[in-house]
């Protein structure tokens, strides 16, 4: 019953104790026809004709972030009365839209009606919408009556990519070093990758200039870049992130996976994406492939340091190596370190998660992090809350870029 059937019920009720106590019979013809309107309200409702079927159509199926979408609903009726009037709300996620609620006039038998509704991508995800549910009501408003009717479709919404500087320090498909002396060049996106010797290193890959420019023993990796491979760890782990919406860090790692996927893909990299283990490592292929993939990302309990081990043992650990990652362990600095040994170039985006909670101060997990991973030869950033990715990559850039110490060892 609505509102105003129960009020009626009890109208009933009153009236008839009324009529009894007071001993005013028309308070208890009254009571009857109350009663009697009530009753056949809810007859009515039991018998009424609704045979509806709906038809879902989503224009595109798969939007960018921030994009719009379509959905047209088309109403039949495949009885054989008219329909009753009707309201229609189709279940629509608030993230994508407010509820939406349509008044169905009387159609008559193997009518349709075409219903539209505009959607935005303001949230990525991977959505479902529908069911659409049928509410009919009695001419007079007192009993209703709710039907679902099945029909779902699927709304992707790809995680937003954010356009980054031009540049990229891409190194060779492995850590090999051709023999004898070679001279240190920066070419277009491919910066040469000098840094200090860490135990483990190919000697041939001794840089003998930096190394009596810097007065200790520096190493370079081949710049050709004989297969265009690049692997980007993403760390999806429910218990390291932090804050809400899209502003929250679970939600701007995956942003930044997905820009630094494209940005790569831009330069002709093939682009495999790690976010837990797995029996069999995908092979990389551009970037737009494994947006559907990032769009239905949620948080969950990943085995990090088994994740690094599996790369450092694979052709992954090869090429250009990209970590965006909360602030590890020392047990997963360790491995994230052994994991881009054979990396031509080795890049990490430390997200700070607890500036995503509110945090006024950087996490000194994420400051030991980084000098850590400089330590060992990586180009590596802390991303906080409230900063811009492209400005953190422009910091990438200028370790071991232009005008840097590094790059002044280049050149020499």
Do not use: C
Not at 78 to 103: I, K
Not at 166 to 187: C, D, E, F, I, Q
Not at 270 to 275: A, E, N, Q, R
């Amino acid at each position: 019953m609505t509102r105003r059937g129960v009020g009626t019920g009890v109208a009933v009720v009153v009236l008839w104790l009324a009529a009894r106590l007071l001993g005013v019979p028309q308070l208890q013809v009254v009571a009857v026809a109350l009663l009697v309107l009530l009753v056949g309200a809810v007859v009515w409702i039991a018998v009424a004709p609704l045979r509806l079927v709906v038809d879902r159509r989503i224009q595109p199926a798969t939007l960018p972030f921030g994009g719009r979408a379509r959905v047209d609903l088309l109403v039949r009726n495949t009885g054989r009365v008219p329909s009753p009037p009707a309201w229609l709300e189709d279940a629509v996620p608030p993230v994508l839209a407010r509820p939406s609620a349509y008044r169905l006039p009387v159609l008559a038998p193997h009518r349709m009606l075409d219903l539209s509704v505009e959607l935005e991508g303001r949230h990525r995800g991977r959505f479902t919408l529908g069911p659409v549910t049928a509410t009919i009501r009695d001419p007079f408003g007192l009993v209703q009556r709710r039907r679902a009717i099945a029909s779902t479709g699927v709304l992707t919404v790809e995680p937003p990519v954010w356009p980054l500087p031009p540049g990229a320090p891409l190194g060779g498909a492995s850590g090999a070093v051709a023999s004898g002396p070679r001279r240190a060049t920066v070419h277009g996106d491919d910066l040469a990758d000098i840094r200090e010797y860490v135990r483990g290193d190919d000697l041939r890959a001794v840089h003998w200039a930096s190394t009596a420019h810097r007065g200790k023993l520096m190493v370079r990796r081949a710049e050709e870049a004989t297969s265009p491979r690049a692997t980007i760890l993403l760390d999806i782990r429910r218990d390291r992130h932090a804050g809400t919406g899209p502003a929250s860090s679970f939600e701007v790692a995956v942003a930044t996976a997905a820009s630094v996927a494209h940005h790569l893909g831009a330069r002709g990299r093939g682009v495999t994406v790690l976010y837990r283990p797995t029996r069999d490592l995908a092979a990389p292929v551009p970037a737009d492939a494994w947006m559907p993939t990032l769009a239905a990302l949620e948080p969950t309990d990943v085995d990090l340091t088994a994740l690094l081990r599996q790369v450092a043992t694979s052709a992954a650990g090869e090429g250009t190596l990209i970590a965006v990652v909360t602030a590890p362990d020392p047990q997963e600095l360790a491995a994230l370190v052994r994991a881009g040994r054979g990396a031509s170039s080795r890049l990490a985006v430390i997200i700070d998660a607890a500036t995503y909670a509110g945090a006024s101060s950087a996490d000194p997990a994420a400051e030991h992090a980084i000098a850590g991973l400089r330590a060992a030869g990586w180009r590596a950033t802390r991303l906080a809350g409230g900063e811009r990715l492209e400005d953190r990559w422009r910091d990438l850039l200028g370790r071991g870029g232009r005008g840097s110490p590094t790059a002044t060892a280049e050149a020499g």
